[in-house]
């Protein structure tokens, strides 16, 4: 089977940098995706990693490191509309964990 | 252009009746999902069809039926709907080879509501 474990919540300041972690069990590893939601839209993919290491994708990043069965997505200078919910996703990103709100504070 | 649509973007309906909701990619996708999202938000793999056969069908009522006419199509079918059928059903579509082979596209979702 497969789980994914992240934080319910998490909270900072426009402006800040902030980490979302994901933590996964799964049996077969195809890479870890991310996904942003904002409330009423759809999930719109924001990155990928097959490998260890970290990808960046202009204010995102997200880091794999797959001997720890781990890894973050990295939001940088937070802007308000950056408040959604971001999701980790293994097994081709078909696999879900249960999404991560994310408060930013003016 | 949509690249992913779906149809209706709302269902309200009684008990025990009998839904279907349409999903359509223009992106050329081989590979294409329903998922469910509940009030919790969490999104569930429901299933996935590939060139039209079915590779994913996770556990999931029989009373919910896919049902993929082509590529480019995946419809899904509710019959005798209960209360706990209500939820955001979204549709997506990806390429299962090449570089973006992991990357979904989701279609805008369906808000059924079960009365």
């Known amino acids: 089977g497969q789980s994914l474990e992240q934080p319910s919540e998490v909270t900072a300041v426009e402006g800040a940098i902030v980490q979302i972690n994901c933590t996964y069990q799964?049996?077969?590893?195809?890479?870890l995706s991310w996904y942003q939601q904002h409330d009423g839209g759809a999930p719109t993919f924001l990155s990928y990693?097959?490998?260890?290491g970290l990808e960046e994708t202009g204010r995102f990043s997200s880091f794999l490191s797959r001997s720890d069965s781990y890894g973050y997505l990295l939001l940088q200078e937070l802007q308000m509309k950056d408040s959604a919910s971001y999701f980790c996703a293994v097994r081709w990103g078909i696999i879900f964990g249960k999404g991560t709100r994310l408060h930013i504070l003016p | 252009d949509t690249a992913v649509s779906q149809t209706p973007k709302y269902l309200v309906t009684q008990m025990g009746n009998d839904k279907s909701i349409k999903c359509e990619q223009n992106?050329?996708?081989?590979?294409m999902y329903w998922y469910k999202q509940d009030s919790k938000k969490f999104l569930k793999i429901m299933f996935s069809y590939n060139n039209k056969e079915l590779i994913i069908n996770e556990t999931v009522p029989n009373r919910f039926s896919p049902k993929s006419p082509d590529k480019a199509h995946l419809n899904l079918h509710i019959n005798s709907l209960e209360l706990g059928d209500s939820a955001v059903y979204f549709c997506?579509?990806?390429?299962?080879?090449?570089?973006?082979?992991?990357?979904?596209?989701f279609g805008p979702g369906t808000r059924l509501t079960v009365l």
């Open positions: 799964t049996s077969g590893f195809y890479g």
């Open positions: 990693n097959g490998l260890d």
């Open positions: 992106l050329g996708h081989d590979t």
């Open positions: 997506a579509s990806s390429q299962v080879r090449g570089r973006r082979a992991h990357t979904q596209y």
